[in-house]
């Protein structure tokens, strides 16, 4: 196994880099959309709500792969010509999202209404009131649900290997392959995963601990 | 709790360990005795085998092969087994002794032959390209430059050879070769590249492609067993040698690969 790893390193570190980027930026875009989606679903208006709820519905309940693979082979066919990581980047961004908005809506359903009761009391304006008062608030309380999206993000984005993102388990892929030594490529793939979502476990850990004590 | 982690860890890695190494017994006597092979195939390939959508049965020159090579094996009340395999799970399949033997498109290289054995050669294909009717790649040669992308088939010998024939080219792998054509017909790709006779069946199937220029290398297909195997490898051969012998061998070729555009019948007997 180590030699496996000292053999091919710059390939597994080629697709470390790719995971990274693709989680990064799907990371920053599905927490972006999936609190605006949030937020219309909890909105006064009706039409906004079931705009958002399609959305919602729609991401959820198809598989990442289809999603990827529409992105991947459908659009370039008819709209613009989009490489495999880019596909795989928007796809785990838009699927991640919708169970974001789920996660996010819940926190801001568990913050009481009288929070937004009060604040609109004192005089602040509807978006005031949530961007200062229940967002916040939310958050805090969606932090665990939050960071078991981010792991599942990391892991999702493996979904890139298909549609040749270059990430690393296509490296895995295509080292197993090449030197027939299958499980060693896989388990060295494994621990890379692991140095990624390691951290992000135990930070969020830690936020969630900061987060409790600022409440008390 | 750490301590007790750790050690189930390194228990289960031992039991992986362990698993790898296991001694295997006569494979051969194995097949007599229970009257069965069981085959690795494709079922994606279209003329070699591929899973039919409408009898929802498994048909292709493979699988008429391993149907024939079993009777002549086992007698007439042979089975034979089909399991479904990949580009990418061939190897690990055999190896794990899920399937007995693989009769899956499978070129016999020096690298392959340190980890499994093979038969004689029982097709004699080579790697070509398959493009756009309206692509100006004319051959191998217009491949090698920058900015190319060729799209092909993880774990098969197209990755490498093109490493070897045009390097300046981007190579990007799929899974199968459903998923490599879906690719270029999206455009992520400029050329696709595998062995001519499945090239030659996604040809014969889609419109608006062809076979671009002669084919570039020899790729002899042969069926793989385990190693250290010696009565089963010879048992195939002696199978195969009298199927080509009795002309059996001829007519399915005949049967899967006439009046295919761009190939040639006489060149793929071996």
Same mark, same amino acid.
């Given at each position: 196994?180590? !030699? ?14 790719? !995971? ?14 999936? !609190? ?7 909105? #006064? ?71 937004? #009761? ?6 602040? !304006? ?91 | ?270």
């Amino acid at each position: 196994m180590f !030699t496996l790893f000292a053999n091919n390193w710059p390939t597994y570190l080629s697709g470390f880099g790719y !995971t990274i980027a693709a989680s990064v930026l799907a990371l920053i875009a599905s927490l972006i959309l999936g !609190t605006v989606f949030a937020l219309l679903e909890v909105s #006064e208006s009706r039409a906004l709500r079931g705009l958002a709820s399609t959305y919602i519905e729609i991401f959820r309940n198809i598989p990442l792969l289809v999603v990827t693979m529409v992105f991947y082979l459908v659009i370039p066919m008819y709209v613009v010509k989009i490489n495999g990581f880019t596909a795989g980047t928007i796809g785990l961004s838009l699927y991640t999202s919708a169970f974001i908005a789920e996660t996010i809506r819940s926190g801001i359903n568990a913050v009481r209404s009288g929070q937004m #009761e009060g604040a609109r009391s004192n005089g602040m !304006t509807y978006i005031e009131a949530m961007r200062y008062v229940i967002l916040p608030q939310a958050f805090r309380f969606s932090l665990p649900a939050l960071g078991n999206q981010f792991v599942n993000l990391v892991k999702n984005s493996s979904v890139l290997s298909f549609v040749a993102g270059f990430d690393l388990m296509y490296q895995a892929d295509s080292i197993a392959f090449s030197t027939y030594q299958v499980l060693p490529s896989y388990l060295i793939v494994g621990i890379f995963y692991l140095i990624l979502t390691m951290p992000l476990s135990y930070y969020m850990k830690h936020l969630e601990k900061g987060g409790r004590k600022q409440d008390v | 709790m750490r301590k007790v982690t750790k050690a189930l860890l390194v228990s289960l890695l031992a039991l992986f360990m362990a698993g790898c190494g296991k001694p295997r017994g006569n494979e051969y006597h194995q097949i007599v005795k229970t009257k069965t092979i069981t085959w690795g195939i494709k079922t994606d390939t279209r003329l070699f085998g591929l899973l039919s959508v409408k009898s929802g049965k498994e048909e292709g020159f493979e699988l008429d092969l391993a149907r024939a090579m079993t009777k002549q094996m086992l007698g007439p009340t042979g089975q034979a087994k089909f399991v479904q395999t990949t580009a990418k799970t061939k190897i690990p399949l055999l190896l794990s002794r899920s399937v007995d033997v693989v009769l899956a498109t499978m070129t016999i290289t020096s690298a392959r032959q340190k980890i499994v054995a093979f038969t004689h050669p029982y097709f004699a294909a080579g790697q070509s390209i398959l493009v756009k009717d309206s692509s100006p790649i004319k051959g191998i040669k217009s491949l090698n430059r920058r900015g190319i992308v060729v799209l092909a088939v993880k774990g098969t010998t197209a990755v490498d050879n093109m490493k070897k024939f045009a390097p300046k080219a981007r190579v990007q792998e799929y899974d199968d070769y459903v998923q490599a054509f879906a690719a270029l017909k999206s455009g992520q790709g400029d050329a696709m590249t595998t062995d001519n006779g499945i090239l030659a069946g996604i040809a014969s199937e889609n419109r608006g492609y062809h076979l671009a220029g002669k084919t570039f290398t020899d790729e002899p297909y042969g069926m793989a067993l385990n190693k250290h195997q010696p009565d089963l490898r010879n048992a195939l051969n002696k199978s195969l040698a009298v199927l080509k012998q009795n002309g059996t061998y001829r007519r399915l070729v005949e049967k899967w690969f006439t009046g295919i555009k761009g190939f040639s019948v006489k060149e793929a007997e071996h």
